[in-house]
C-alpha cells in the first residue's frame, strides 16, 4: 500500500515538474521563434508602412541631423505605424530614428546596415528586404554619425 501511493505521488510529482519545464520552454523560445502564416498568399498585404515615407523623407533631405531630428518627433510625439496581415508596430519616430542612427554608426556598409535593421526590428524584416531606398539612407546616415565623420576625415598617412 504503501509503495502504491509513494508511486502515485512520483508520478504527480514528475508530471508536474514535465509540464512547469514545458511551459518554461516555450516562454523562453516564443520570442525568438518567427511567426509561420499558414495562408495561400505568399505576398504580405501591408495596410498602413510610414516607415517607407519616413525613410523617404529623410532621404530627400540629402542632410539628415539626428539631433535636431530626434528632437523635433519627441516634441511631436510622432508614431511611425506599419500594419499588415501578418504583424503590427508602432514605435515612436524618435526611437526609430536612434534606431537608424545607431545602425549606420555601427555598420561598415549598407549589407550591414540592412542587418542591424533587421534584427532589430523583425516585424519589418519583409519590407526591408523589398526597400530599395535603405542603401541610400545609409549612405546620407552615415555622413552624419561619428564614425562616419571620422571616415570623411584625409588620411594623414
Not at 530627400?60 to 519627441?74: C, L, P, Y
Not at 554619425?145 to 571620422?150: A, L, M, R, V
Amino acid at each position: 500500500m504503501k509503495t502504491s501511493i509513494h508511486t502515485i505521488k512520483i508520478a504527480l510529482f514528475s508530471i508536474l515538474f514535465l509540464s512547469a519545464s514545458v511551459s518554461n520552454a516555450q516562454i523562453i523560445y516564443e520570442d525568438e521563434l518567427e511567426t509561420v502564416y499558414l495562408s495561400k498568399n505568399a505576398e504580405e498585404v501591408v495596410y498602413t508602412n510610414n516607415f517607407s515615407n519616413f525613410n523617404g523623407r529623410l532621404i530627400a533631405t540629402n542632410q539628415i541631423n539626428f539631433r535636431i531630428e530626434i528632437q523635433k518627433a519627441k516634441q511631436d510625439k510622432d508614431y511611425l505605424l506599419f500594419l499588415s496581415e501578418r504583424s503590427n508596430l508602432e514605435i515612436l519616430a524618435s526611437a526609430y530614428l536612434k534606431t537608424i542612427r545607431k545602425g549606420a554608426n555601427r555598420s561598415s556598409d549598407a549589407e550591414a546596415f540592412a542587418k542591424f535593421l533587421n534584427d532589430r526590428l523583425p516585424e519589418l524584416m519583409h519590407q526591408f528586404k523589398k526597400d530599395n531606398n535603405l542603401e541610400e539612407l545609409y549612405m546620407y546616415s552615415r555622413k552624419n554619425t561619428f564614425n562616419g565623420k571620422i571616415d570623411a576625415l584625409p588620411s594623414v598617412l
